[in-house]
């Protein structure tokens, strides 16, 4: 058991004058040397990762879990004309998976209105559920919906949640995506009480912090940071009574949100966005919403998706040394070479290795080179699908543009191929 000293010592528990708890409702005090009956509401990979840090525990000689159980959305299924036929999974919860992996029992709440003001979880209905007690006090991590105070106060010990960021920066659905796209090298995970009106805004229970490595993607941070959530929260589970005893209220000057991201939101747009830009968008929706342009041939528009990609040093020269010379989403390709390159407005550039048109399976450079570059007359990706009935438009560069310098090393390289030819 690691001692409460030490948790304060290394900035795992907040350090801080007391404070009052929630003043809707008043919160049992009850050790939790005891054991916890823990309600788990969580949907993602996310929530599956901190959903495995509380099966692992149970499992333990001395478990600080005594009986689990998940609260998840319902599978979605196509149903098949043929009655006979088994329904197909469509969609199914990461927490469910993992769930019946290790046989605990998972609930689906009501939908829309019934869960705001009826629905009640169960083991906390009076009726049981085989518990010896019922369900002591309410996990949220990734779960995906508003959790309204009805179902917060009929947990005895309350609801905590799990949140990928250090609160109250980057309250809201999107911390992990944000925080990538905004270039921070250090984000952290929150160990909250959960407010009954306000998305992300109930008092601080305890903090970790997390390095972001340069170039690593969503799933992975996501992954990652739900280990040191999941670790945090066994020790808050554990000193639950100290915790929050020494809680703390978030400082709304500091506060900042985010959205919802969709589709559109991975779109690269040649006309402003740099290599920097679009590597963060590739890192940020990576697996979810790859990111996508467009590819006009012969009359028609192909949304194509660049699935992998890296940003190549400066120091690497150029497929072609006068890349400069065409406008940004110019391909370039060379013999033997297992990338595309293609420049920005910066003249700074990426390397994309696998690509997926739409409606086509996914593609390498060679097979996409093969099937979508004009060896003849040159391609270019573009920001948004032209008119198919008129050409190409130009390339349209933004007001006051300056045209990067070409490196003077690549320029000497460009001369010695024009002699030799």
């Known amino acids: ?27 049992s005090a009850t050790a939790a040397a005891a054991g916890l009956n823990v309600l788990f509401y969580g949907t993602d990979e996310f929530g599956a990762r901190v959903l495995k840090s509380l099966i692992e525990n149970r499992n333990e000689p001395n478990p600080i879990i005594d ?23 469509v969609w199914q919860a990461s927490t469910e998976k993992l769930s ?29 559920t085989g518990n010896v007690r019922p369900f002591d006090i309410g996990v949220v991590a990734s779960y ?9 106060n ?20 999107s911390p992990i995506q944000t925080a990538i796209l905004d270039g921070e090298t250090d984000t952290g995970v929150t160990i909250q009480e959960l407010h009954p009106r ?18 690593i993607k969503y799933d992975q941070m996501a992954l990652e940071l739900a280990g040191v959530g999941g670790e945090l929260l066994l020790k808050v589970l554990e000193n639950l009574d100290f915790v929050r005893k020494n809680s703390v209220e978030q400082d709304i000057l500091k506060e900042t949100s985010t959205y919802l991201f969709h589709k559109q939101s991975s779109q690269i747009y040649w006309e402003t966005m740099t290599a920097d830009d679009i590597f963060k968008k590739h890192c940020a929706f990576y697996t979810k919403e790859p990111v996508y342009t467009y590819l006009r041939i012969k009359n028609k528009n192909h949304m194509v998706q660049f699935m992998e990609m890296t940003k190549p040093d400066p120091s690497v020269p150029p497929i072609d040394p006068n890349y400069l010379e065409s406008p940004p989403g110019t391909i ?38 093969a099937g979508y570059r004009d060896k003849k007359k040159g391609s270019r990706f573009i920001s948004v699908g032209a008119c198919t ?22 320029a000497e390289v460009s001369e010695t191929l024009t002699d030799q030819k």
């Open 154 to 173: 009929m947990h005895p010990k309350g609801m905590i949640n799990v949140h990928p960021s250090l609160l109250p920066k980057y309250r809201g659905p």
């Open 67 to 89: 009986e689990l159980a998940v609260i998840c959305p319902e599978t979605i299924y196509h149903h098949k004309k043929k009655k006979k036929d088994k329904p197909v999974v």
């Open 1 to 27: 058991m690691l001692k409460i000293s030490r948790l304060a010592l290394q900035g795992h528990l907040p350090r801080h004058s007391f404070g009052p708890l929630f003043t809707s409702r008043n919160f």
């Open 389 to 410: 009935k008129r050409p190409t438009p130009p390339f349209q560069y933004p007001e006051g543009y300056v045209k990067p310098v070409i490196n003077e090393k690549w």
């Open 198 to 215: 306000i998305m992300d805004g109930g008092r601080i229970l305890a903090q970790a912090p997390y390095k972001i490595n340069p170039g």
């Open 144 to 152: 995906g919906v508003f959790i309204p105070s009805t179902i917060i």
């Open 332 to 369: 370039f390709f060379k013999k033997k070479v297992p990338y595309i390159e293609l420049h920005c407005i910066d003249g700074s550039r990426i390397h994309v290795t696998r690509f997926k048109v739409s409606g086509k399976a996914e593609r390498d450079t060679f097979q996409f080179s």
């Open 100 to 128: 019946k992996r290790h046989n605990i029992n998972v609930y689906h709440p009501a939908k829309g209105p019934v869960f705001r003001n009826a629905w009640t979880p169960p083991g906390l209905d009076g009726e049981g």
